[in-house]
C-alpha cells in the first residue's frame, strides 16, 4: 500500500517509516522538525542521538535498498500539503504530526494556543486536502487515550449505547481530557467523524496509550536509523525518563502518590497495531475509534517494574514521590476496553521488564550524555500556569 506518514521525523513516525517499508510497503512523508526545536526550548536533547534528515536518509536507502520519498513542510501550509497528497496519491495517510505533549501546552497562553492552533488547524487541512485530492484514502489519526480523563466508568472504544428517559441511541462515549494538549486531540477527533459523516472519508481514530521503547528490531544496529528518545518533563513520558533516571542515578520521579493508572505499549506494539490499522480499513464514510495499548499500569507499579529491571543488570534505582505539578487524580478507577485490535489480530508484547532491560542497557551507552541533563529531570511546569520546581515528598505524606 502506498502509506503517507505527517510526522516522519518523530519518535513513532521515523520506525513507523523503517517498520512498513520492512513489509513491502511504498512510503511517503512529511516533517517540519518542529520536534527537534522543541526539545531543545526545553533545554533538552534526545537520549538517543538523532542524526541530520539527510543522515537518515542515506542510512534508509542503504538499509532499505530504496530511498524514502520525503519533503520538508508544514501541514499549516495547504497548498504544500495538498500537492504533495494528489501527487502521492495514498491508500493510507497516518496523521502523527501534531504538537504531543500535555506539560507543553499548560506552559502559558502562548503555548497553550500555539498547541491548539498547530494541531487542529493541521488536522483541519489535512481533512480538506483528503476531500480534494485523495478521497479515497484512510486516514489514521493518532488520538490519545487522554481524550477520555479518568472516568469512574469503563471505557469503551469511542462509543457507548445510552438509554436516557426512554430513548436509546450510540453515542461518542464523554471526553474530559486533562490538558489543553489532550482537548487538541479531542476537538481533532469531532472534525474527524464530521469530515467522514459528510464527506464520506474514512478514518480509525487511535486512542493510543503512552508509548515506550528505545528500539524495533527492523533499525538494526545502525545508529543513523534510530528512534529518537526524550526525557525532559514536556517530551520524555513517564517509562522513558523512568529508564533515563535509572541509567544515570537519579531517583525516579514518581509525581503524587504514584496511583495514576494509564495504558501503556512499548514502541514496538505501536507499529504493529498501527500497520494493522492501515492494513484492514474501515469502509467509505465509516468513522472507527481504537483504544491502543498494551496493558494498564499505575505509575508507582511502573517505578517498581524500573527498579526491577535495573536491579537485574547491577542498578540501584531508587523512586521518590514529588509534589505532581498536574492537576489530575493519583487514584481513580481505570478500565478501558481494547478489543478491536486483538481481534484484527494484534498479539501484544506482555514482558514490560524485559523491555525495560533492553532500554536500560541501549541507555547505558549514552550515560555520559545523560549526565548533562540530570538537573532538568525534576519538573516545574504547574497547571495553574505558575513555575515551580516539585519538592520530594515522603511517601507517607504522598499516600495521604
Ligand atoms: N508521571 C510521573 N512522573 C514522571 C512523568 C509522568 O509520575 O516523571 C505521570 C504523570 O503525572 C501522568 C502519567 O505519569 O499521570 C503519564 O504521564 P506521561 O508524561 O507519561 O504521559 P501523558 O502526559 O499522559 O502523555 C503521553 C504522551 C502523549 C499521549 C499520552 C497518551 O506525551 O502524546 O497522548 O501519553 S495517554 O497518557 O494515554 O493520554
Not at 489532550?182 to 474514512?202: E, P, Q, Y
Amino acid at each position: 500500500m502506498r502509506v503517507f506518514i505527517a510526522g516522519i521525523d518523530g519518535y513513532l513516525g521515523w520506525a513507523l517509516a523503517q517498520y512498513l517499508t520492512a513489509r513491502g510497503h511504498e512510503v511517503a512523508g512529511t516533517d517540519r522538525f518542529l520536534r527537534r526545536a522543541w526539545v531543545e526550548e526545553m533545554g533538552s536533547a534526545s537520549a538517543i542521538p538523532v542524526y541530520s534528515m539527510e543522515e537518515r536518509l542515506r542510512a534508509f536507502e542503504e538499509h532499505y535498498g530504496k530511498p524514502l520519498n520525503f519533503r520538508e513542510g508544514d501541514l499549516l501550509d495547504y497548498p504544500f500539503l495538498r500537492g504533495y497528497l494528489e501527487e502521492f496519491q495514498p491508500d493510507a495517510i497516518v496523521h502523527l504530526g501534531e504538537m504531543p505533549s500535555a506539560p507543553y501546552s499548560m506552559i502559558d497562553q502562548e503555548h497553550s494556543v500555539f498547541t491548539q492552533h498547530n494541531n487542529v488547524i493541521g488536522s483541519l487541512n489535512l481533512l480538506w486536502a483528503m476531500r480534494e485530492v485523495c478521497p479515497d484514502a484512510h486516514l489514521v489519526k493518532l488520538g490519545t487515550m487522554g481524550e477520555y480523563g479518568t472516568p469512574n466508568v469503563d471505557i469503551p472504544e469511542g462509543f457507548f449505547e445510552v438509554e436516557y428517559r426512554g430513548r436509546k441511541d450510540r453515542l461518542p462515549f464523554p471526553r474530559q481530557a486533562g490538558s489543553f494538549y489532550h482537548w487538541s486531540k479531542v476537538h481533532d477527533s469531532g472534525n474527524t467523524m464530521f469530515a467522514c459523516r459528510i464527506w464520506g472519508l474514512r478514518s480509525t481514530d487511535i486512542m493510543q496509550g503512552v508509548v515506550f521503547g528505545t528500539r524495533i528490531d527492523e533499525m538494526g544496529d545502525d545508529p543513523r536509523l534510530r528512534s529518537r528518545l526524550d526525557f525532559d518533563q514536556c517530551f520524555g513520558t513517564a517509562i522513558n525518563r523512568f529508564c533515563c533516571q535509572a541509567a544515570i542515578g537519579h531517583p525516579l520521579t514518581v509525581y503524587g502518590r504514584g496511583g495514576q493508572t494509564r495504558g501503556f505499549l512499548p514502541l514496538r506494539d505501536s507499529m504493529q497495531c498501527l500497520t494493522i490499522a492501515i492494513e484492514n480499513p474501515p469502509e467509505r464514510g465509516e468513522y472507527r475509534v481504537f483504544n491502543q495499548f498494551e496493558e494498564c499500569y499505575t505509575i508507582e507499579g511502573l517505578a517498581e517494574k524500573t527498579r526491577e529491571a535495573g536491579a537485574a543488570i547491577g542498578l540501584d534505582v531508587q523512586i521518590e514521590h514529588y509534589e505532581n505539578p498536574r492537576t489530575e487524580m493519583d487514584e481513580h478507577y481505570y478500565n478501558p476496553d481494547r478489543e478491536h485490535l486483538i481481534r484484527l489480530g494484534y498479539k501484544p508484547t506482555h514482558d514490560v521488564v524485559a523491555e525495560m532491560k533492553i532500554m536500560l542497557k541501549d541507555l547505558l551507552e549514552h550515560r555520559e550524555h545523560l549526565l548533562k541533563y540530570k538537573d532538568i529531570l525534576v519538573p516545574d511546569i504547574r497547571w495553574d500556569g505558575s513555575r515551580r520546581r516539585s519538592q520530594v515528598i515522603a511517601s507517607e505524606a504522598a499516600v495521604k
